[in-house]
């Protein structure tokens, strides 16, 4: 098995000193990124068509932020010019202004411990059973999420794409993280993983997922074990089998977005940040589903044309209209992918 994403972090950070996080934003269009300097953070959004950044660039964008006496005149000229191209800059501050987006989840997790077959089950309410797996796949839907549609951005992420898990990081505001309850070097690297999310992205919320639980008999992780580090790191945290119950991955998944939204409307309201203590009760009854609505079904899937979603480091998976099967793995003849 490879490394654990911290390792990769550490690697990747010794190999970039000075870099800031800001090297995967010319890959997306019109994302927001947050780009981190000694002094602050900035949410850089990208106007018009792509921008190349290269290390020039960015360097060009945080001398021109030293070069601002006056950051707020920073905002509201709204913009800067890098080498030509138009970038919007944002105020840390200014955050919750882009928080009426879709709410964005990253599946992260060691190989082949289900991540996508757990995100097709939540999506499609299939199982399939291999995947081509040598990319992140980007989910855009709309799902019924505590009763109301609500746009969500679910990234299926490839455990093996070393360049994107900084992305990652960056990307989503919330996180599932899977292991395999037959894997011990998955759960170690889950356990890193939420290690690290809680020092990095305390505000996040995290659901450590310990898959395929109908292989109870390969038992390498006690239940146990797991659930008490999540719960050491605020986490939440269920024992799920994707291949064998469509009805708990709905569940849980369900009850982590309606989370993930109402911790995002209290940040919004100007409540308090995400409590560190969690009520063991409460997250308990979340999770045997008492009192939790029906599974919601996705009402919606938003395509890419071709060209945003080259430009894209995870590309939409195409799915089958009429079986919602993905049609890459699928071939559904007569059906259209579309
Ligand atoms: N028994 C069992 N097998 C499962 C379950 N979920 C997934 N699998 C199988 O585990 C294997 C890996 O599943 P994937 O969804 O491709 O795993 P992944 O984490 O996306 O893998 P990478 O793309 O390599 O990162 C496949 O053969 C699945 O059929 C489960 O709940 N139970």
């Known amino acids: 098995m490879r490394g654990g994403w911290a390792d990769r972090q550490a690697g990747r950070q010794a190999g970039r ?15 927001e990124w947050l780009m981190s300097n000694r002094a602050s953070l900035f949410t850089t959004v990208f106007a018009g068509d792509s921008v190349n950044l290269d290390q020039d660039v960015e360097e060009d964008i945080k001398s021109y932020i030293k070069r601002s006496a006056n950051r707020k005149a920073a905002v509201n ?28 989840v990253a599946v992260i997790g060691a190989s082949e411990v289900g991540k996508s077959a757990l995100t097709v089950r939540y999506l499609t309410k299939r199982f399939i059973g291999e995947y081509r797996s040598d990319t992140d796949m980007l989910y855009k839907c709309v799902l ?3 009763g109301a549609p609500q746009s969500v951005e679910i990234m299926d992420t490839w455990a093996s794409c070393d360049q ?20 011990k070097q998955s759960y170690t690297w889950a356990a890193n993983t939420v290690q690290e999310l809680s020092e990095r992205r305390s505000s996040a919320s995290v659901l450590m997922l310990g898959n395929k639980s109908d292989l109870g008999h390969l038992r390498e992780v006690e239940e146990v074990e797991a659930r008490t580090l999540a719960l050491t790191h605020a986490a939440r945290f ?7 119950s ?9 009850n982590f977005l309606k989370e993930v939204k109402s911790q995002r409307n209290g940040n919004q309201s100007g409540g308090s940040p995400k409590l560190r203590k969690i009520s063991v009760t409460k997250m308990l009854g979340s999770l045997i589903g008492r009192n939790s ?22 590309p939409l998976r195409r799915l089958c209209r009429p079986c919602l099967r993905p049609a890459h793995s699928l ?3 007569p059906h259209t992918a579309v």
């Open 238 to 244: 269920s024992e799920v089998s994707t291949a064998e």
């Open 331 to 333: 071939p559904c003849s």
């Open 164 to 183: 994107s898990s900084d992305a990652h990081l960056q990307w989503a505001e919330a996180f599932v993280v899977v292991y395999a309850i037959t894997d």
């Open 246 to 254: 469509c009805t708990t991955v709905s569940q849980v998944l369900d």
């Open 17 to 31: 000193q000075g870099q800031g996080s800001i090297c995967s934003i010319g890959q997306y269009r019109q994302e």
């Open 293 to 314: 609505p029906p599974p919601t079904p996705m009402t919606h899937l938003i395509i890419l044309d071709k060209e945003e979603r080259n430009k894209l480091q995870a």
């Open 144 to 146: 019924q999420v505590d």
């Open 77 to 104: 000229k709204n913009s800067v010019v890098c080498r030509g191209q138009s970038c919007k800059l944002i105020m840390k501050d200014d955050r919750n202004s882009s928080q009426s987006g879709p709410l964005r």
